[in-house]
């Protein structure tokens, strides 16, 4: 199975799921958790639990898509560890990481934005098995299975408790699911995620997520990896006492024209600065 094949197959899966986890209406069929007595607690709009749910309710489907392909899955073993799904093709042995993301709409146009994993760690030391299930270099494709939706309007009081008789009257806290499966190149922006951590950041256009027409789709995956791979923020540049060479596309594609390549003289001080950043992160 070529990665083409998969992602083509990944995206004929991804296209049932929102049927699977809304109703007719498109509401989340997801209310809340229940305990032993019964009683019923709604689910708060925070994203991070909305994932995390998503996550567990998509699991069976992705079990089922891997029987189906020949595939064999694989969870990350830690929180952290990357991807969340690993796909290893049985007749092959390719390996296609797959990632889940979620982010609600801000507007008809925009989301508010995923992170897309480090670009620091085991995305620049790619033989490494830190913090991933196989080193990043032996995945034959890197992708994002991502999930759009909207929050209600109306949403349930969470220090309230509900009965299962109430449980028509529970307002869902999200609705109208959009699902769609894209290499993680193609999605990327040039600028890392929201805060302190370092991580790559998506494009906010739902069409440049859902159709794959982010900056690099067109540039490619190699020019993906090397911006990254290379990407500074002031505090790293600052630590290896060089100038930042660029912060986006257009002063990146400048440098690269300029054909003096100061990056790659401090390739291992970087690779190693990323490394210390990732150890900094996980304390």
Known sequence: MTPEEFLQKLQEEAATFAKAVATNEGEWIIKGFIDVYRRI???SVDTKI?????????????????????????????????????????ASGRKFAVDIKSTYRTSDTYVNGMTLGAFTGYFRKRDSNKNTLFPYNQYAGHFVLGVIYSKCDEVADERKQFTLEDLPKI??????FQFFAQPKYRIASSRPGSGNTKNIGS???????????????????EVYDDYWMFYLTR????????????SNLKTYLEYKKRGVD??????????QLAEDEASKAEE
Do not use: W
């Open 41 to 43: 607690y709604t689910i």
């Open 203 to 221: 494009v906010i256009k739902i069409a440049e997520l859902v159709n794959g027409t982010g900056p690099f789709s067109s540039l490619g995956e």
């Open 262 to 271: 100061t990056l790659r003289a401090h390739e291992q001080e970087i690779v």
């Open 50 to 90: 909305i994932s995390k749910v998503l996550e567990l309710l998509l699991f069976p489907m992705f079990v089922e898509f891997a029987k189906g392909n020949g595939l064999k899955i694989d969870l990350c073993p830690q929180q952290n560890f990357y991807p969340d799904l690993t796909f290893t093709h049985e």
């Open 235 to 246: 505090d790293m540049a600052q630590t290896l006492s060089i100038e930042r060479p660029y």
């Open 171 to 176: 307002p869902s806290v999200v609705q109208h």
